[in-house]
């Protein structure tokens, strides 16, 4: 199963045309799936573009597109160091009716927090200098721990049931 983009991919790409000027930017996508923003970034004109997926066929697809994609649990697989990692994490709390396919795209662990932790964790080890990473979380995502990151908010949509934010982090 792959995630169909929704309200949370479209504000993270607004997000990103807003904010990031500069083209020549090496940019990660973390969790890329359908590869919908990293083909809404290509198409702006951003071309040093890399995604990271643990889901084996959203890896299939985006290469078939032409786009550089790797199969990766968060930084597995991941060498180097990113001016821009951009992440729509799977963000919820664990619902005990959802099945496993659809829970790997949605559900963040108990709290909605785990595996952005585990991300924030890595990610700083994946940072140039002034590198920054762009993280969606939602009103419905407890527990996340920033540690020494600066954070910025950058955007926010109100939806019926969440609302959603992107945050800046930096060290
Ligand atoms: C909410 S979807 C976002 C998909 C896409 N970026 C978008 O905005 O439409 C979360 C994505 O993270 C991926 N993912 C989940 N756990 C992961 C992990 N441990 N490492 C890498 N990717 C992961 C899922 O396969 C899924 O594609």
Redesign the pocket.
Known sequence: M?????D??YL?CETVEKKIERKNLKIL?????????LEFLHNRGFKNLIG????GV?VKNLKKKGFNAVK???F?NIYGKFDLIV?????LPHDKDEDNESS???TGGKHGSE?IN??LGDAKNHLTEKGKIFL?ISSLTKGIDCGDYNKNLLSEKKLFFEKLEVWELAI
């Open positions: 792959i995630y169909e983009p929704s949370d991919t993270l996508e973390m969790g890329f799936g359908s590869g919908y923003i990271a997926d643990i889901n959203a990766s649990n968060l597995s992440f729509n994490p799977p963000y790997i795209i949605t595996i585990r991300f969606l």
